[in-house]
Every structure is written in C-alpha cells, then in structure tokens.
C-alpha cells in the first residue's frame, strides 16, 4: 500500500515572533500551524538579535544568518524594511549583505522543496519568484499591504511587481482595497489575485446560537452571563488600542479625541517608534493613557475582555494604507466592540452601526462622537460586539487554512499538468 506523503511546503517571511510569547505578525506562525496536517512546512524567517528558541511547534523554524553583527543588521524579524528607501547608503549595504544570506539560504531549503509561499511581495515574494523560475517550482505570494505601496512608489516597482506576479501560480491578499491596487500597478494580476484575510481563533462558545444578551442588565452590566468571556461588570470602563505605534496607526489621532472628551482612560499596548512622541503627546494633552509596550497573546486578550471599546484610528498616509489588521478580526472574535477608521479593508469586515462603527481618518472629531455614544450605552456596546462576533466566525483559522491548502495543492496540481505538457511538447518536437 503506497504511503501517502505530504507535500514539502516551504514558507518565505521577513517578519515573525521573536519567541513564544511574541505576536509580532503571529498571524504567520498561526498560518504554519494550521497547514502542518497538510504540508511539511518550514518556515524561514530573518535573524533576530532578541530571538529564542521555539520549539513544539508543527512546522520547522530556521532563521537566516548575516556576515554582519547583530547590531548592524537591519533585517531581523521583529521590523520592517519600509523605511529602507529613505535611509542611508550604508544601511542600504549592510541589508543588501543580509538579504543575500536570507536568499542562499532559501536557495538551499527551496531545492528541496515542492512549493514555494511567501509573505510579502518584498522582499520574500520577490526572492519565491526568483527560485521559482530557478528551480521551477510553484509558488504562492501574499500581499499584507506595506510591501505592495513600496513597490508603487519605487522606482522600478511596477516591473518588479510584474515579475513576482508572472513567476507566482497565485497571489493572495488580505482585503479587496489591496486587490484594486495590485491590479492598477501589474494588471495581469486580476487573473491569479484572490482575497483571503489572516484568521483568528474562535474562544468561548461554538455556535452564534449560545451567545445570548441580557437586555435588563443595568447600565453598569455590559454583558449577560451567556455572552462569550466578557466581564458582566466593569468598575473603570477604558478604551483600548492594540498595535505597532507608528504613524499610520494614528493614535495621536484617538489621542486628540480624548482630549476633546475629557476624563476617559486609554490603554494602549504596543511599541514603536513613535511611542515617546506619542508619550509627551498625552501628556500635553492631558489624556489619561498607560502605555503598556508590547503585549503577549494571554495579556492582549485579558486587555480585549475588560476593554469597553477597541479603537483601530487608522489613517491615510500618500504613500500606504492598511491592509486588515488582524486585531480587527481578534476584538470582534472576543464579543468587543469596535470603532475603526474607515481606510484600508477595515470598511470590508465592518459594517458601520451593525458589527462596529466607523469614522472617517483623522477626523477626531468624529471619533470622539462615536466613542461618547458607546461609553453611555452599555446595551448598544454589547449588541455590537454580539454581531462582531457573528462576523469573526466566518475567519476561523480552520476556514482561513483551508482555503490556503486548496490554493496551494491546485498551484501543485497545475504544476504538474504544465510539467507533463511540457514533456508531451518536447517528445513530440523529437
């Protein structure tokens, strides 16, 4: 009886957690897990100064290596080359240096492979298409947004993302906005495009029918005792925002509409750049804001079921927008309501006064109007987050998993149909 044998999937990414408590674009380490009962998956990430090791996973981890010290290396996993362009020739240099690692060792790795998926259509889906045409291997890119509007802003992108488009059997990415702007810089996308959002982990109740409202709860009740994982009461109701901080997020934004509305308290959990501008910000304004740093899966869903609302402040920029940031999908899964920016695929998941609300970038003023309307309705709070979570079923990792496996052995099966009629072609020319 023949053995059946899973596929040997190799996954490209420039981002991933530093350890086991790091959520830093978790949502790849999850997409590895969840595709391990049907691939072989190893996964190769950069190097990173603050790395530990992970084990008990189900999928292989193996980190590139640089000819530079770990200080000089721009390229580690826990950050992002977005700011490359504009930064100087050395740094140009030494990232060129650790790309050429990265890529050797994916040469390696990929040779014994049979499909190739990649994060980000630079620099890993860029390197995939390389070795695909190389080895002629299959191979999947995924776009999550910051990638694709470097590339339509550099010079030679176009013809960049043209070449990782041709050389991919698919193209997946993460919200109808993105899927417009790929097709607008290489066209030839529209053929081989599909729109997947990353998943998120369903707690709690099963089923939509077990989550039940208690509609004669007092104003300072939020939730039923039948409602998936939220507090029933809460002393110190507070607004919570969860992500990098950095200028897109637009939290000087959230900042602005507290200092309109006086007295509320914001938690905010993450790190970033911009974290000690945004410091002295709330101070200025007198805004009442912890800033906890970076947050582990266990706190950031502690902090998403004491919350009384997530705010995604979103904006923007000339030059990007988001892509759906996956605490979008993470809030609505835990039964929170949510008040996002309408800008990027935020306006796809979110249904304005249904499942969340939405207001407009950078207009704070709005903001601060959505955010007076749901402190003082703990009814409307709780319906909200109702359907919010009717919605995140719909993004179960399980779901999200299966439609990447169908598109990654389809990218297999057409490879192996072109392989036969190239064979067919060749013996027929002799």
């Given amino acids: 009886m023949k053995q ?21 674009c978790g949502y790849v380490r999850q997409l590895a897990r969840q595709l391990a009962p049907e691939f072989n998956v190893t996964v190769l990430a950069p190097a990173d100064r603050r790395a530990k090791a992970i084990s008990g996973e189900p999928y292989k981890l193996i980190r590139s290596s640089s000819l530079l010290p770990d200080r000089l290396n721009p390229f580690q996993s826990a950050t992002d080359l977005n700011g490359l362009r504009e930064a100087s020739l050395l740094m140009k240099l030494a990232a060129a240096i650790a790309l050429l690692g990265f890529f050797v060792k994916a040469l390696r790795l990929a040779r014994q492979t049979e499909v190739i998926c990649s994060h980000w259509l630079l620099p890993s889906g860029l390197i995939g298409a390389l070795l695909s045409s190389g080895l002629r291997k299959p191979h999947i890119a995924v776009e999550h947004s910051g990638a694709l509007h470097l590339l339509a802003r550099l010079r030679g992108g176009k013809a960049i993302a043209g070449f990782i488009v041709a050389r991919s059997r698919r193209v997946i990415v993460v919200s109808e906005d993105l899927r417009r702007k790929l097709i607008a810089l290489c066209p030839d996308a529209s053929r081989k495009i599909k729109v997947i959002p990353m998943g998120v982990t369903m707690n709690g109740p099963e089923s939509v029918a077990q989550i039940t409202l208690d509609t004669n709860a007092d104003d300072e009740y939020q939730y039923g005792p039948g409602l ?23 939290v000087d934004v959230l900042l602005a509409a507290l200092h309109e509305m006086g007295g509320a308290r914001l938690v905010i959990a993450g790190d970033g750049p911009e974290r000690r501008h945004l410091e002295d910000l709330a101070r200025r304004l007198r805004v009442n804001a912890d800033f906890l740093g970076q947050v582990n899966a266990a706190t950031r869903d502690t902090l998403l079921t004491a919350c009384a609302v997530l705010v995604i402040p979103s904006r923007v920029l000339a030059e990007r927008t988001e892509g ?25 998941i979110i249904r304005d006064q249904h499942n969340g609300f939405l207001f407009e970038p950078d207009d704070a003023g709005m903001l601060a109007e959505k955010l ?34 169908r598109l990654i052995k389809d990218s297999l099966d057409d490879h192996a149909i072109d392989n036969d009629t190239s064979a067919n072609a060749e013996r027929a020319a002799c």
């Fill in 228 to 250: 998936y994982a939220r507090p029933c009461k809460q002393a110190e109701p507070f607004i919570l925002f969860i992500g990098r901080l950095i200028k897109i997020k637009g």
């Fill in 324 to 348: 759906m940031p996956v605490v979008c999908l993470e809030a609505m899964a835990a039964g929170c309501a949510v008040i996002a920016a309408r800008a990027g695929g935020l306006a796809e």
């Fill in 372 to 405: 007076r309307l749901l402190l003082n309705d703990a009814t409307r709070r709780a319906r909200l987050g109702q359907n919010a979570r009717r919605t995140a079923m719909d993004y179960t990792w399980p779901r999200v998993a299966a439609s990447y496996a």
């Fill in 4 to 24: 059946n044998i899973k596929p040997r999937l190799l996954i490209l990414t420039s981002s991933f957690p530093r350890e086991p408590n790091d959520e830093t």
